[in-house]
Each structure stands twice: as C-alpha cells, then as structure tokens.
C-alpha cells in the first residue's frame, strides 16, 4: 500500500514536472499540508467579490421531511474557507451535500475548502441553485439569520464549475459533476500562491493526489485549451459516477421507508405560553347631585 502511494505520488510529480525529493521524503506517506494562509487570485480575471454560502432546504412534494445541503455561489475569495467553517459548524454531525456553482478564483481558499470537505466525508455536487421566497440579497429577511436556518428553492442542473472550483469539487468523498454545463481548466502554472514555496503547480498536484484524481488530468489540460467534458469528468475521476443533481437535492430522495442522510425534519415550533390578560381597574364616576324636574325648571336637591 505504502509503495502504490509512492507511484501515486511520483506519477503526480512527474505530472506538474516538478520533483522534489525532499517534500517526497518528507510527506510522501502522510501528504498532509499546513493551514491554507491568506491566498490571491488565479488569473480568471473575476472581481473579489463575496461567495455566498447558505443552508438551503427543498420544501415542494417532500412533506415534513425534505432535503438540505449546502450552497456554494460565485467567485471563491480570501474569505471563503471561513463562510464555509461558519456552515459546517452550524450543520454539526448531519450530513449535508455541497452544491456549488463557480467559474473559480483563489487556488489556495478552494484547496482549503476542499479538505474541510474531505475531513466531513461529504458529497460534492455542480448544480445551480434557485430559490423562493427569502434570497441572501434580501437584508430584510436576511440580516442575522442564523446559519441553521435554511433558505429554501431548487437546484437547476445548469450548473458551472471552471478553475479553482474543480479543486473542491475534487474534495468530495462522492463527487456528482458528470453533467457540468462548463469545467474549464487552466494548467497549474497560471494559478498563484502565497505559501512560501511559491509553487502552485506543486500544491495542485500533492492536492488531486490526495483527493483520488488520476494523475492524467495535469497532461490532459496542457494537451488540450477545450473545457472538461462528460467523459473526461468520469475518466479522471473528477465525477464519480453519473448521478444527477435531483439525485441528491430532489424532493423524491425524502420518500418512502428509506430515505437520503439529508433528509431532515424541521424542528417542531413551540407554541408561545398564553398571556393572561389583567382585568384594567375601572375609574369610580363621581357622585352627581340629585335633580328634580319641576314643569318650566330644574331644582338641585
């Protein structure tokens, strides 16, 4: 096993066309890496602007029980991996698949997420979500909601993943990418890092390897500028089977006998307590004389 991990390793090096015999002395068995530190952006040109992460909840034909996941939308920023650590917090011991929608951005934000997700052993899935009703744009409704207290819609299967996002797309312990509309990516050298060594291309590669990519991915992408397709997905072990999005997120998984890990109930509200209404005190009229009424006058008694 320990020698199967060694090639494993070598074939990535050779790969991304680095070898250092000291990282492989060093990690070839563990392949653990430090913390991501504070990263920059890949070369997609996107802004910086914020990823939302939500809990989200399907509510048609599900009944009482319905899906749940984790929506994952827009360009993947320095402040990424925290909005998901804040979600994973919050979901505690369930469950819940990841859905994300992303053309890229920050390579080590995106291999720090991915592991968080791999240490979860939780179910990545490219899909777009659409929701009903309350958005996270919407500070009327949104503004300090607690991370458990889901959004609700659907996920379109329209879903792109490009750049960065494949890398936790990869960290998915099952990965449901096999109908991504767009998987577009770069060859390592055009990410950057802000880890000391400064070697993206050897941080991508010790990364996929670690996740269960085959090494042939790094060679496809320098051979060839055409986005992923379906058979690249499921060759390179990108997407682990053929599943589809309503597969995970669908309101037909929460029925029946045997439902999906990610079927949950909401919690029961509890009625207020009845308030008692207090009797209010009358006020006392004031005593008014007694009149007596004579034809043609009025006589105070």
Excluded at 16 to 27: H, K, L, S
Excluded at 101 to 122: H, K, P, V
Excluded at 148 to 158: A, D, N, Q, T
Aim: with cysteine; glycine share 10%; net charge positive.
């Amino acid at each position: 096993m320990a020698f199967n991990m060694r090639m494993i390793v070598f074939g990535w090096l050779l790969a991304i066309g680095t070898f250092d015999p000291v990282v492989v002395a060093a990690e070839g068995r563990t392949l653990t890496l430090p913390p991501a530190p504070t990263v920059t952006a890949d070369r997609s040109g996107q802004a910086a602007q914020p990823m939302t992460v939500v809990r989200m909840r399907g509510k048609d034909m599900c009944g009482s029980r319905c899906p749940e996941w984790i929506m994952a939308q827009g360009p993947i920023t320095p402040d990424t991996p925290e909005r998901f650590r804040r979600q994973f917090a919050a979901m505690g011991r369930e469950k819940l698949p990841v859905v994300i929608d992303s053309e890229g951005g920050d390579l080590d934000a995106a291999l720090a997420i991915g592991r968080m997700i791999r240490a979860l052993g939780l179910t990545t899935v490219v899909g777009r979500a659409q929701m009903q009703g309350c958005t996270p744009s919407d500070t009327a409704c949104s503004a300090g909601r607690p991370p458990r207290l889901p959004y609700h819609g659907f996920v379109m299967p329209e879903g792109k993943c490009s750049g960065a996002c494949l890398f936790i797309l990869a960290g998915g312990v099952e990965r449901a990418g096999y109908w991504i509309t767009a998987a577009q990516l770069s060859a390592p050298e055009t990410f950057t890092t802000r880890r000391a060594s400064g070697d993206a291309a050897a941080l991508i590669g010790v990364y996929l390897a670690d996740m269960g990519i085959s090494p042939g991915l790094i060679p496809r992408i320098r051979r060839s500028t055409q986005p992923l397709d379906r058979a690249d997905m499921l060759h390179f072990g990108l997407s682990t089977g053929r599943q589809r999005v309503e597969d995970i997120t669908g309101s037909s998984i929460c029925v029946g006998s045997s439902t999906a890990a990610n079927c949950l109930a909401l919690a029961e509200a509890k009625p207020l307590p009845p308030v008692a209404a207090k009797p209010r005190a009358r006020r006392q009229a004031a005593p008014r004389p007694a009149r007596l009424i004579v034809w043609g006058a009025i006589d105070e008694m």
